[in-house]
């Protein structure tokens, strides 16, 4: 049983950061493509970035390109998302999730993804 477990939101002013990790267990992600979402109160679930679990290859979001960088530590099962210049616009709860069909390709669509996290709030004041 795959579960993923986020920790590191809260509250920060604009211009901060934060730190998300995002504890993965149940199996290896050799395969899978990791990402992390945000869903903004009355908003669709949003693609923010996403990794490679073995490449470590990348991509991320225009709105959060230059600001937040995205990474894996493949023994401890972990992804981390460090997010810098924070604006209150990135205020949502973030998610991480698993594809586990994306060895080669991903998805920005939640829908492809396997396992989530249950969320944990950002909130950005101005």
């Known amino acids: 049983q795959v579960q993923l477990v986020e920790s590191g939101g809260g509250l920060v002013q604009a211009g901060g950061s934060l730190r998300l990790s995002c504890a993965a267990s149940?199996?290896?992600?050799?395969?899978?493509?990791m990402g992390w979402f945000r869903q903004a109160p009355g908003k669709g679930r949003e693609f923010v970035a996403g990794?490679?679990?073995?490449?470590?290859?990348?991509i991320y979001a225009d709105p959060v390109k230059g600001r937040f960088t995205i990474s894996r530590d493949i023994a401890n099962n972990t992804m981390t998302l460090q997010m810098s210049s924070l604006i209150p616009e990135d205020t949502a709860v973030y998610y991480c999730?698993?594809?586990?069909?994306?060895?080669?390709?991903?998805?920005?669509?939640?829908?492809?993804?396997?396992?989530w996290g249950q969320g944990t709030q950002v909130t950005v004041s101005s």
């Open positions: 999730a698993a594809d586990k069909g994306g060895g080669f390709y991903y998805s920005i669509d939640p829908r492809a993804y396997d396992y």
């Open positions: 149940g199996r290896t992600f050799r395969s899978y493509f």
């Open positions: 990794i490679f679990w073995s490449a470590g290859s990348t």
